[in-house]
């Protein structure tokens, strides 16, 4: 059985910086493109970062660009997610999924971890 975990939240200041990570068990990790969503209180879950199967392509949500950095290692099974310069409007669950597609659709992802907490005060 697939399993998703997330790991790295945390209450962080305005400017400061955190790192997500996510490891998926059961997965032959380097065939699945891999996202962050998060979702706000009251609001929708929304796409924060895309990666290809090898690592060699992402994109982003405008918001984040030039502040968020997304990694992966195949050989850890890992995915990472850098956010510097943090904002209060990047307060949300972070969630990692896994799939076969390199998209910002939700449905495209199978497999989800819980979500880890970002919570960035002013």
């Known amino acids: 059985q697939v399993q998703v975990v997330e790991s790295g939240g945390g209450l962080v200041q305005a400017g400061e910086s955190l790192r997500l990570s996510c490891t998926a068990s059961?997965?032959?990790?380097?065939?699945?493109?891999l996202a962050w969503f998060r979702q706000a209180p009251g609001k929708g879950r929304e796409g924060v970062s895309l990666?290809?199967?090898?690592?060699?392509?992402?994109s982003y949500v405008r918001s984040v660009k030039g502040r968020f950095t997304i990694s992966r290692d195949n050989a850890k099974k890992t995915l990472h997610l850098q956010m510097n310069s943090l904002k209060p409007e990047d307060t949300a669950v972070y969630y990692c999924?896994?799939?076969?597609?390199?998209?910002?659709?939700?449905?495209?992802?199978?497999?989800w971890g819980q979500g880890t907490q970002v919570t960035v005060s002013s």
């Open positions: 059961e997965l032959t990790f380097d065939t699945y493109a």
């Open positions: 990666i290809t199967r090898s690592g060699s392509g992402t």
């Open positions: 999924a896994a799939g076969p597609e390199f998209s910002w659709r939700a449905e495209s992802y199978p497999y």
